[in-house]
């Protein structure tokens, strides 16, 4: 069996800790330095690994979205039928795991630094094609023609609800917003049948 290195495992190191100052702080101002001590690394290594803290911020981005990604695959392997896999999507991404403080930090943060960021933009648009492109996937046999302005309705519900219910916590419990996004979703289909 091959023997794994030590490399590996500071990267996740680093990654989780940087999910976990971002949680903290609440924002991007982080050091490589406060990041490293989470991890128990020097910051030299931290910055050896990953460069600087912009793409330590991407590397942790990264992470979560293959979570997520892992997440909607779980469900999606258990669906039968288009109605089911849109089920999937919609609610993996109101999963529990999604709503921890530090990843919830992690995603408003991800949103605001897309806007100065050419690197996060482009992390973001894939996350939004890949969510847009399941819904349209699957909204298809079941609207038609109006699948792709059905999947970002749909895409900009979950976004939208998902940063409601992560900034309200107690107000609104992921599974209700999940039931919203899904009740519409129902309306959709049922004006084309």
């Not at 490399?7 to 190191?13: D, L, S, V």
């Not at 020097?42 to 050896?48: G, M, Q, V």
């Not at 999963?95 to 482009?122: D, T």
């Not at 399941?134 to 023609?145: E, F, Q, S, T």
């Amino acid at each position: 069996m091959p023997k794994l290195g030590m490399e590996p495992i500071r990267r996740a190191a680093l990654v989780k800790a940087t999910i976990d100052e971002i949680g903290t702080a609440g924002t991007l101002d982080v050091t490589v330095g406060r990041i490293a001590r989470r991890a128990g690394v020097s910051s030299a290594l931290a910055h050896h690994y990953f460069g600087g803290k912009d793409d330590l911020f991407l590397a942790a981005m990264r992470h979560i979205l293959t979570q997520y990604g892992a997440a909607v695959q779980a469900r999606l392997s258990k669906a039968n039928g288009p109605r089911e896999r849109l089920d999937a999507v919609v609610r993996a991404s109101f999963e529990q795991e999604q709503f921890s403080g530090h990843v919830v930090s992690a995603w408003l943060n991800f949103y605001v630094a897309a806007q100065s960021s050419p690197r996060a933009q482009r992390l973001l648009k894939v996350y939004q094609r890949r969510l847009r492109s399941n819904l349209v996937h699957d909204l298809r046999p079941l609207v038609g023609a109006r699948a792709p302005v059905a999947a970002e309705t749909v895409a900009a519900l979950i976004d939208g609800l998902y940063i409601r219910a992560a900034l309200a916590p107690g107000q609104s419990a992921p599974e209700d917003a999940a039931g919203r996004v899904l009740r519409l979703l129902d309306m959709v289909i049922a004006e084309v049948t």
